[in-house]
């Protein structure tokens, strides 16, 4: 090797240890100017010899070209997310589930960590170097980032050689964030060059990070600290502490603020301490997260709900921020439901604006009375949606109680005042109370299994909190908003129809019926002259309609708007009847049978398919789409459960019954709650009563507490 070229590697290698020193150590050697004097020759030498550079050269930290869209990824491993617990309860119900799965006698030691508010990404590294950075995505899918995540200046492109040998490949997950300071600094920039503003860090991060030019992602100061591993092949490890000694002998952002605790009282100090310092951190947490240490035990425990078991985020308690309340309005939504809107001086709670609070309903009304003028203590519950906590009254002249409207505010069409049934079963004898239900459906139910002579059922009306609109289709607010929900993201993902486009076509009477959006192509000529409208934007508009024709059965389910029918039971009832046809001829029984759903959705369902109206615009619609639906009738056999029935009892942790009834259904299991003949298993839990003893008399295989995961995964060893 000449002496230029030696030099050159040399300098590669100063530099790396320099931005080890600086931006991991924290404890620079050099001052700025012999850093920049080693960065000019290394460029020099570069400039003269192109054919030297490789993309692991301190150099290459900025790609030149923008992207134009990221590419999707799949993840080697599935990156889950994280239960919460908001207090002590929470937390020691955790750790008392894990003592029952491992068994009491061993030792659990919790590795904890502040819980940072940024993006999570994975790093792959290959033989210890960085070939791509991917974002979270939906856990499974992410985008591919890799230019930006190289424009981070504390993720190494290449791992320091140390004792640890490097994996073929490894995915070191983590976390990009900004910290305070830096981010106080970039605002104050973006308001000074009339720029918009970042919420938060977070948003500011995650927005940083999903820049398609990396030379902007680059003048962001983004931070990282690994907290996790995926896939890794070619090492092996044996707990957390050791895989982030080893991150850290690799070059690799560890947060120093990670504790092993050997107990969980351990983890409520750790808490502890971190929320009284919290202040003090440079850079934004929402909690702490603890992680069972020992990687076999993550594994015996494993995950649900793409969660783990092993781990949990301890979050702080929601911030409450006073504003004032400076109108309360009836919102319309599109199943017709008026909802009370208070409007808000604008407020930051916990690093987001709040200017819009939902109310729910006149129960909410009662309690909280809240008058225009009064202030109020906000919060957002669950991190997301903002409440109100509580209402502070204005002294003097305050402001008039909100009462329920008699009239629509979108199309004056008179109010519905709900009412609700609620079915009583009554001890006849006594005429006291036993038990009571929301359907009419699961009282006799329960009549039927414990049947007795001096039960009866009673059904009261009791006025429902909930008010709505009587104008049906005919309210503009319920028509419009029910295509709102048909073209958005989740439903059939229709670019080009935002709201004021809608409004214009259903005015124009171009749009009356789901089906005439798939005939829109026909009216070009008159969309072309339309304000707003040109030849391109038409274009781009038929082309978005023509590509949401091909639709995924689930998708079609969730875009009808269906009450109660959320895309996650729209993925049921896709999963489990297969096709459209299916669907709308279900039964009330049928539909029960379903995860998650309960006879007042199952209601719901029945109403709408046997609605006159909404057969009519379904009988238009599915000509004009080509639906995919799923794969069931061709592995329906195949399935791990098929063909069994399966029933259910007593108490069982750490799944619920419910979870566990949704695993077995979606895996083609037929799940009762009562036992006969035809039942093929009983999974019986803890305190199992009558219904074991009738299992035992009847024959049944019983699953016991011990043996559920193990059946669960695979049943072939019960048979
Ligand atoms: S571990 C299997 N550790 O929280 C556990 N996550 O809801 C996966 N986060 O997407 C995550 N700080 O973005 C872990 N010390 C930490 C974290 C952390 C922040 C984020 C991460 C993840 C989300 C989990």
Not at 288 to 310: D, T
Not at 395 to 413: D, L, M, T
Not at 464 to 493: L, W, Y
Not at 541 to 568: C, N, P
């Amino acid at each position: 090797m000449n002496d230029l070229k030696e030099r050159y590697l040399s300098i590669q290698k100063i530099i790396r240890t320099h931005d080890y020193e600086y931006y991991i150590l924290d404890d620079s050697k050099i001052s700025d100017q012999e850093y920049d004097e080693l960065f000019r020759e290394l460029r020099q030498i570069e400039s003269e010899n192109p054919d030297w550079i490789t993309p692991e050269s301190p150099s290459q930290r900025v790609g030149i070209k923008p992207e134009s869209d990221f590419a999707t990824f799949k993840h080697f491993q599935q990156m889950l997310s994280l239960a919460n617990a908001f207090n002590e309860e929470d937390l020691r119900n955790f750790h008392d589930r894990i003592v029952k799965n491992l068994g009491k006698a061993k030792q659990i030691k919790y590795f904890c960590e502040p819980k940072m508010d940024g993006a999570a990404v994975s790093l792959i590294y290959e033989k210890g170097i960085l070939t791509k950075g991917i974002t979270r995505g939906d856990g499974t899918l992410g985008e591919d980032i890799t230019s930006n995540i190289r424009t981070i200046r504390s993720i190494p492109l290449t791992l320091r050689e140390s004792v640890n040998p490097f994996p073929d490949l490894v995915e070191v997950r983590g976390e990009v964030f900004i910290s305070k300071p830096n981010f106080n600094a970039l605002n104050l920039k973006a308001k000074q060059n009339g720029d918009k503003v970042f919420a938060n860090p977070r948003n500011a991060a995650a927005g940083s990070l999903r820049q398609l030019d990396p030379a902007i992602t680059s003048s962001r100061p983004l931070a990282f600290f690994a907290h996790g591993i995926g896939i890794c092949k070619g090492v092996e490890f044996i707990d957390l502490q050791e895989i982030f000694s080893v991150f850290a002998s690799w070059g690799l952002p560890v947060n120093n603020l990670n504790k092993l605790a050997t107990s969980i009282e351990d983890c409520l100090k750790y808490f502890k301490k971190i929320e009284s310092t919290r202040d003090s951190i440079p850079f934004e947490i929402d909690g702490v997260v603890f992680k069972v240490n020992e990687l076999i035990s993550q594994n015996q425990l494993g995950e649900i709900a793409r969660s783990p078991r092993w781990a949990i985020a301890h979050k702080f308690p929601a911030e409450e921020v006073y504003t004032e309340i400076e109108k309360i309005d009836f919102q319309v939504g599109r199943s017709g439901i008026l909802t009370p809107v208070a409007k808000l001086k604008t407020v930051n709670v916990g690093g987001v604006n709040v200017s819009n609070c939902t109310l729910h309903n006149l129960d909410e009304l009662t309690r909280l009375d809240p008058r225009v003028g009064d202030g109020a203590l906000i919060k957002r519950a669950g991190d997301v949606i903002p409440k109100m906590v509580k209402v502070i009254p204005k002294k003097q002249n305050r402001g008039k109680g909100v009462a329920a409207p008699s009239k629509c505010p979108s199309c004056q069409s008179p109010i519905d005042f709900n009412y609700q049934s609620e079915w009583t079963i009554i001890d006849t004898k006594t005429s006291n109370p036993v038990k009571k239900f929301s359907s009419s459906y699961e009282a006799k139910k329960y009549l039927e299994t414990n049947q007795s002579a001096n039960l009866n059922i009673l059904e009261e009306r009791i006025e429902s909190p909930f008010i709505k609109c009587s104008g049906g289709n005919n309210c503009p607010e319920i028509f419009q908003g029910k295509f709102t929900h048909f073209v958005s993201r989740k439903a059939m993902d229709i670019d080009g129809l935002g709201q004021e486009i809608l409004l214009t076509l259903i005015n124009k009477q171009f749009i009356k019926d789901f089906a005439d959006i798939y005939s829109l192509k026909r009216h070009r000529v008159e969309l072309e002259k339309l304000e707003r409208f040109g030849e391109k934007s038409v274009d781009n508009l038929i082309k978005s309609i023509d590509k949401s024709a091909s639709v995924e059965l689930y998708r079609l389910v969730f875009s009808l708007g269906i009450e109660e029918v959320g895309e996650t039971t729209a993925r049921n009832l896709a999963n489990i009847f297969g096709s459209m046809e299916a669907i709308q001829e279900s039964s009330f029984e049928d539909l029960i049978a379903v995860p998650d759903i309960g006879p007042r959705v199952a209601a719901k369902i029945t109403d709408y398919f046997s609605n006159t109206e909404n057969i009519a615009s379904l009988k238009a619609l599915i000509p004009c789409l080509s639906i995919i639906n799923p794969k069931l009738n061709i592995s329906r056999e195949d399935m791990k459960f098929s063909g069994l029935q399966i029933a259910i009892t007593g108490k069982i942790s750490p799944m619920s019954r419910d979870e566990i009834k949704n695993l077995l259904i979606l895996d083609g299991a037929k799940v009762t709650s009562s036992i006969s003949k035809k039942t093929d298993y009983l999974i019986a839990g803890e305190n199992a009563g009558s219904k074991l003893e009738k299992a035992k008399s009847l024959g049944v295989r019983i699953i016991e507490k011990g043996d559920i995961d193990t059946f669960i995964n695979d049943p072939k060893k019960f048979i």
